[in-house]
Each structure stands twice: as C-alpha cells, then as structure tokens.
C-alpha cells in the first residue's frame, strides 16, 4: 500500500503509557470509568506490541463485509503511519461494493499466509480457522473484535462487545496511538460504521454512535458519496437474485424465510457476495419477529444468514450451531440439504417463542 512518507511517524513508547482520553465518552448505556480502565488495558499491550513489530499483516474473517474492509484499511494505514511495514489479506476477494475504498487494491488475496510477519493482527475472528487462511498456526497474533461470540484465542486479545462496528475500535486504536486520521481513514471507518449498524438502524445505535460518524465526518468522510458507492452501486446479478429470493418467501407468524439454490445463483450470474442483504427484506415484514436467508453451497451444504428484531437473539441460535454473530444478525452454516436444514433451523426459531 501506498503512502506519503513524510506522514510516516515512530510510535512513541511514552503513549503506551498515556493513554489519551477518548473523545467519544458520552452516550452508550455502561460506558463509565470501568469500561474505559477494562479498553485501556487490552489498548496498552496491542499498542506495545505494535511499537515493537516491524512487519505487520492484518486480515478479517473469510467473505468480508464492509466492517472487515473497511477496518483492515484503516488498520493498514494506521500502521504506516506509525512507520511499519503494513500488508493486508483476505481468503477471499475484496466484494465489488468495496473496491473503490482508498487502497483497496492493495489488500491481498491469499489462501496461505507466507513470510515473515512479526505480528498478525485478527478484525473479527473468534479464532483462527475464521479468517481460512492456512498458515498463521504458531505466529504472534493480536485479536480485535466486537461480536459477542469473541474469544481470547490469541496472545493479545481486545473484545469489546459495546464497540458498534470492529472500525470503532480502530478508531479508538488509532486516536490513541495519536495517528492521525486522514480522510481516507475517516471514509473506510465510516463505510465500516455505516453497514455495520444497518445504516444506522441496528438495536444498540445510540448518541455514541452517531458521535463516532460525525467525528469520521468532521474528518473528511463524506456521507453521500459513501452511501452512493455502498447502496446504489449494485450489479444487475444482485437484483435478479433478490428477485429469486423473493419469488421464495415465506411467513409463518412470528418467523419469515427465504432462500436460493446454486441453480438461482447460476441462472441470475450471481457472485456470493449478491446474497449480502437479502435477509433483511424478510425482516423488514410488519410483525416478523426473526427471519433467515438461506442459500445453497455448491458442496450441499446450507449458509443461514439470521436476523431479529428487538429482544430475540440469533447470535446464541448461531452459535450453538458452530456459527456466531450478534443478537440482531448472525450467521451460521448447516449440513444439506436445503429441505432439511430448512426443517431444522426451523424448528429450532420456533424454541424461540
Ligand atoms: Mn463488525
């Protein structure tokens, strides 16, 4: 990736010590002086370690969303800054929706990490299997997440499940490095901001939230242009899959669903990546309480995107299925096929009521 030197700048060791106070105190439920002592001391080592490192590469879990594209950027040019050698990978390519992000083109697609790295940082990964890519077994690994499914599977680890996208915690991993953020930065954060909480519609978006997107505004994000590259920039093989979808919908009180096959996805052209979303127009149904997309892999197997609204948690759901997630929106993977992973995820939302 590609930055101005002279924005180059050593981490200074004093700061790992000095922890500036975060701007964006107010607003969210349980944020007092314990939340801010329990971010510091996960924020003190990760800053250490990062100051020690040379080489550096960050990644995010396997089929990135926009908090996973967004918040490697912003990590990578976090890292420059503080003077490292900053390389960003995913096991998987880069969505389209994406691609016009600053230094986008930059992030790799691997399916083996090799090379000498110093210190591997994880966005979003409850271990390393989720990120699938081979070869970080035995390296120096920090974890950075905000999913309520977080575990400390690594040597530095930093779950704070009040974070609205893992791009706020970035946020605040930056401010406190004293990095400053550039319009470039502010843009990734905010597109990360903004998809992650719905466009701001999530349970949980409060005065924080929105105070965390007018400081990414205030330094250089802009809003419209954001929101015209993320939801009017789709391709054509994203609405005739919704179309598919929808052709498939299905309520039974409280619960809707709806699905595709490998076959809707071959006859539509569509990439993985059209299938981000379509679970939210099962939700959006007056009355639906929980909804879940379904999509057919081409091994058989059943990918469930699962949504709620209000006090029922899919991430649990998700989770005790091996996938993981947040109350509102998790996601999981069943075996095949699609009538009966219908039957049983089914059965198991019913539980719910
Ligand atoms: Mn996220």
Redesign the pocket.
Known sequence: MKQSASMSRQLDPALVGALADSPLEEGRRGRGSAYNHRRDAAIRPILQAIHDGRSILVTAHARP?G??VG?VLACGMMLEQLGKQATMAFSDRVPLIYRWLPCAQSIQHWQRVDGDFDLVILL?CDGIERSRLKGLEGRRLINID??TSGRNFAHLNWIDTDAC???EQVFTLARTAEVRITPEMATCLYM?VLT?TGSFCYEGTDTHTFSLAHELVRLGACPPRIAQDVYFSNPMSKMLLLGAALANLRRDGRIAWLWVTTSDMERTNAAEEDCEGIVNYAIGIAGVEVAVFLRELPDHRVRLSLRSKGAVNVASVAESLGGGGHENASGCTLPGPMPAASDSILARLRTLF
Do not use: K, P, T
Request: hydrophobic share 40%; proline share 0%.
């Open positions: 969303d908090d996973a918040s979003e905000h999913h996208a893992v791009a990360a992650d």
